[in-house]
C-alpha cells in the first residue's frame, strides 16, 4: 500500500531519514535483483521503462525507497511490539 500511497511512503521515508535507517549495498542488490526479475528479459525490462516512462535510474530509485520504506516499517513495529513482549 505505501507504493499507492505517496503521503504514507513520504512519511516513512521522513521517518527513515530522522532514525538514520539505510539500505545496505547487498540489501539494494537483492531488492533490485528481485524487482528487476519480475519484469522479464532485457527487452521486456526495456519496453516496461519505456511504457512507464521511466529511466533505470529511476526505477532503481524507485525500488530503493521502497525497500527503505518497509524496513523503517518493520523496525517500528518492532519497536512498538518490544516494550509488550518484555512486560
Known amino acids: 500500500a505505501l507504493a499507492m500511497d505517496p503521503a504514507a511512503k513520504a512519511r516513512v521515508l521522513e521517518m527513515a531519514k530522522a532514525n538514520k535507517v539505510t539500505l545496505t549495498d547487498q540489501e539494494k542488490a537483492q531488492l533490485f535483483k528481485v524487482a528487476r526479475g519480475q519484469k522479464g528479459t532485457e527487452a521486456e525490462y526495456q519496453e516496461f521503462l519505456k511504457k512507464a516512462g521511466v ?33
Open 55 to 87: 529511466t533505470d535510474e529511476i526505477f532503481k530509485n524507485e525500488v530503493y525507497e521502497t525497500g527503505l520504506a518497509f524496513k523503517t516499517s518493520n523496525m517500528v513495529l518492532e519497536q512498538g511490539l518490544l516494550p509488550e513482549l518484555v512486560n
